[in-house]
């Protein structure tokens, strides 16, 4: 199993700001996902953090507006840049076992843009 | 056609009852298939796991897989208020795990 710390755990955030996200891992991992879930809705995978290259975006997601930090395998940053309040949100962050038998999550972070 | 698909709406079971809930996926090289418990304002936990066809029991729960006809499906029993939660179903392919909408049960006491 994987112990995943993520912070902050919430933040309220003004408008046109922005925010890093961090998630630390006990273990060196591979990949690192990072999702959002809107209120109400299941996971949207924003993108994969890997090691020693450039994150891997999802169609909608773009690195101006969510650009990624990976600078060894048991950490990751995501940043939600000039923020805006649809990007209010819980943005969670996830690691999978070598095998892809088991999916950890971090506590996540609710984010909320006044 | 998504990826993963929950399409049943919210599920009410009185407490002791069975909880069924069902998920269908569109690609037919995926490999693992999850159950996710999530409590409002938690992250997801796993409960359940499955790799080949059949089932899978694990205590309340049981998981049946599909392969031919694409579906994975999660049964409660004896359900009880602490399964009052979103259950969320993810497929694993490409690299990543997709995951459905969710399914939200409510059991009843």
């Known amino acids: 199993s994987a112990v995943i710390s993520q912070k902050p755990s919430r933040d309220i955030c003004q408008r046109g700001t922005s925010l890093t996200i961090q998630c630390q891992v006990d273990s060196q991992v591979t990949m690192m996902f990072w999702y959002r879930q809107q209120p109400g809705q299941s996971l949207t995978l924003i993108a994969t953090?890997?090691?020693?290259?450039?994150?891997?975006?999802e169609s909608g997601f773009v690195i101006d507006k969510f650009p990624i930090s990976r600078p060894n395998l048991t950490f990751s940053t995501l940043t939600v840049s000039n923020m805006s309040p649809e990007d209010s949100s819980i943005y969670l962050c996830?690691?999978?076992?070598?095998?892809?038998?088991?999916?950890?999550f971090g506590q996540g972070t609710r984010l909320t843009v006044v | 056609q998504k990826e993963v698909e929950q399409n049943s709406g919210p599920l009410s079971v009185p407490e002791g009852a069975i909880a069924s809930l069902n998920c269908t996926y569109s690609d037919r090289v995926s490999q693992s298939f999850f159950w996710y418990r999530q409590y409002s304002g938690k992250s997801p936990e796993l409960i359940m796991s499955i790799y080949s066809n059949g089932d899978k029991e694990d205590g309340r729960f049981t998981a049946q897989l599909n392969k031919a006809s694409q579906y994975v499906s999660l049964l409660i029993r004896d359900s009880q208020p602490s399964d009052s939660a979103t259950y969320l179903c993810a497929v694993s392919g490409n690299n990543r795990l997709a995951f459905g909408k969710g399914n939200q049960v409510v059991v009843i006491p």
């Open positions: 953090a890997n090691q020693g290259s450039e994150a891997t975006y």
């Open positions: 996830s690691v999978v076992s070598q095998e892809y038998t088991e999916a950890f």
